[in-house]
């Protein structure tokens, strides 16, 4: 009955209670909206970290990123390389070389890591030959074929087919060069990348460096499924205590910390909201109680002790804040179904979100447990909202309240 | 055999600032199936003296005993226990839970008892009979007429079978024929059942249907007539 009771109650002013429940709708649709938004757009930056620039793991000498000694790398990877493909959940391992060089053009020159890899290797620990658009992947397989970023071509300002030339220190430390035909251009969101990393295969840079060909300065590795991760890597570290085993969030740590920021973020607003909206339930429901003395102290009167009373009026603010917060909640899900299937364009601030490596188009993305702890925050609210009326209601004297006009 | 006793009853507001002896030394006795009706002028101490009958209200000093419970002595929470339980009420403003039809007001009471629903709704129905309304179950308070609104609550006074039913100024937003309805279900179920009504009232009608007559003045009992 008390339930029943509570329910009616909030009709009984029906304009009132709906100006409240179309604010908890507005306020939900548009938080839940801007933290599916945020989810999205954090967790499309960091699938494209991880599939477009570290892979999942990678291992290293120790010493390799306190050095830019070229001698300091993995001996036998090539036999690393096979024992590593075996272990369960992993389905992409490419060994590389990986050094420190300057590129020069007719034009201009400037600094880049080179890349020296097994190009079907690579394709199985990154996705960045689905990123080409201009040229291909080492298709041809011709010999000094590199393949660099837009961003790098267009500094300087060469095009497929284009020479350019390396320079970078051999294994003796000598300063050695090489010239490469541009024989494919790719493109990722991330500019910064797109300009600083380009490709060769690794046998033209064993020639260069003259490092042995079964080293390498790094082996990435690539697994099926990301909740097996952290039980490679430690499988990993078993195998080749000699050397350092990190997965992305090591080698990355920034790209943790954007799903970490993204997570807090989308409860902050949420809470934020829920707040302001608390105090508009707070003071509807303080309307409500003082509205209602004389009914509160005949329940009161007749029998109803003060802990039903309690629950009634806490009840009432709850269902306020269902009706309007779950409205909303279902309508920030069909927001984000509906903005799911092309995505939110953003081009108009494209230029500055890639150099952060962020794509211009987010897709919006939502989780059942984010939807459950917003939905169990909405609750939160109308209990706490009505903690202070509800307080109001019992302090009443049945005697003098039954006697209010 | 008296179910209700009050000794030597005292209500004094703003003791500290300009004392008022709302109710001043009274001492009462009620029995079972009494049909008294408590008269007097406006501030004379019907009210208080009613309140502090149900448990509403604290007495600065004295005792009331209720089939030998002293009830100035429970706690707040023990005293609305008891209403549930032994005090059936009346209003002069009906105070029908207005989201609820008639039949579910009188059915709160007897859900407050945990009573099971079957015997709820049974017991609702009777009632509903007993004063005369069978066909309003299902109407809130907002489409009934006064009479028919305080025939609900009567109804609802005697869902919990209370010992006895404290009823102020029951009649006073009421038309004569709807005064005489009303009095005339209230004398049957106190001939019929033997419960005990005590009123509070002004009306004369109610005077010449009581069966006990108490006058107070200025918080004293001036006269105790019994028919």
Do not use: C
């Amino acid at each position: 009955m008390i339930l029943k009771i509570a329910w009616r109650n909030i009709w009984r002013n029906p304009t009132r209670s709906l100006v409240v429940i179309m604010a908890m709708f507005v306020g939900m649709l548009f938080g839940l909206f801007s933290s599916t938004f945020m989810t999205g757009w954090m967790q499309q930056r960091l699938n494209d970290g991880i599939e477009t620039e570290t892979s999942h793991i990678q291992l290293h000498h120790p010493q390799f990123k306190n050095t830019d000694d070229q001698n300091i790398y993995i001996s036998q990877a090539l036999e690393k390389r096979e024992q590593i493909l075996l272990l369960p959940g992993v389905n992409g391992v490419s060994e590389r070389f990986k050094i420190q060089a300057m590129v020069a053009s007719a034009e201009t020159s400037t600094g880049i890591m080179v890349l020296g890899a097994n190009p079907q290797q690579e394709k199985q620990v990154i996705n960045l030959s689905e990123k080409i658009v201009a040229g291909d992947w080492f298709e041809s397989q011709r010999r000094h074929s590199i393949v660099i970023g837009q961003k790098l071509a267009e500094k300087l300002k060469v095009r497929l087919r284009s020479k350019i030339v390396l320079r970078l220190q051999d294994a003796d430390g000598n300063i050695t060069g090489g010239a490469f035909r541009i024989t494919g251009i790719f493109k990722t969101i991330n500019t910064s990348f797109d300009e600083a990393y380009v490709w060769v295969q690794k046998n033209d840079l064993q020639k260069l460096t003259l490092l042995p060909a079964d080293a390498a300065h790094e082996i990435a590795v690539h697994v099926e499924n990301q909740e097996m991760q952290m039980q490679i890597v430690n499988k990993l570290t078993s195998l080749y205590p000699d050397l350092l085993t990190e997965s992305w969030q090591d080698v990355s740590p920034e790209l943790g910390y954007l799903t970490e920021v993204g997570n807090t973020y989308q409860y902050f607003l949420v809470i934020i909201i829920l707040l302001a909206l608390g105090f508009g339930i707070v003071n509807t429901m303080l309307m409500v109680v003082l509205e209602r003395l004389r009914e509160l102290g005949m329940l009161m009167a007749v029998g109803m002790n003060k802990r039903r009373i309690f629950t009634m009026i806490v009840l009432e603010s709850i269902m306020l804040s269902i009706v309007g917060g779950f409205s909303g909640i279902l309508g920030g899900i069909g927001l984000t179904e509906y903005l799911q299937i092309d995505g939110i364009d953003l081009s108009l601030w494209g230029e500055g979100l890639t150099e952060w490596g962020f794509a211009p188009i987010v897709f919006p993305m939502y989780d059942i447990p984010m939807v459950v702890t917003i939905a169990a925050l909405v609750i939160i609210t109308g209990i706490i909202a009505s903690l202070y009326p509800a307080y109001k209601g019992l302090k009443l004297n049945p005697s003098e309240a039954i006697r209010v006009i | 055999m008296s179910i209700i006793k009050i000794e030597d009853l005292t209500k004094v507001y703003n003791a500290t600032q300009v004392p008022v002896h709302a109710v001043n030394g009274i001492s009462l006795e009620f029995e079972q199936g009494e049909f008294a009706a408590i008269v007097g002028p406006s501030g004379s101490g019907k009210t208080t003296l009613l309140n502090m009958l149900g448990g509403l209200d604290d007495p600065t000093s004295g005792s009331i005993s209720i089939d030998s419970q002293s009830i100035n002595k429970l706690s707040a929470n023990e005293r609305i226990k008891f209403r549930l339980h032994n005090i059936g009420f009346i209003f002069q403003a009906y105070n029908l839970i207005p989201v609820l039809t008639a039949k579910e007001n009188i059915e709160f009471i007897m859900e407050l008892q945990k009573v099971p629903k079957a015997q709820r709704e049974q017991r609702s129905k009777e009632l509903l009979e007993a004063v005369g309304i069978p066909d309003k179950a299902h109407i809130r308070p907002r489409q009934l007429s006064g009479g028919q609104q305080q025939r609900v609550a009567v109804a609802r006074a005697l869902a919990s079978k209370p010992k006895f039913i404290l009823a102020d100024e029951p009649t006073a937003n009421l038309d004569s024929k709807s005064t005489e309805v009303l009095l005339d279900i209230m004398e049957k179920l106190n001939r019929e059942e033997n419960i005990t009504f005590i009123f509070s009232t002004h009306d004369a009608r109610v005077v010449k249907k009581a069966r006990r007559v108490i006058t107070i003045e200025d918080g004293q009992v001036k006269s105790d007539e019994r028919k």
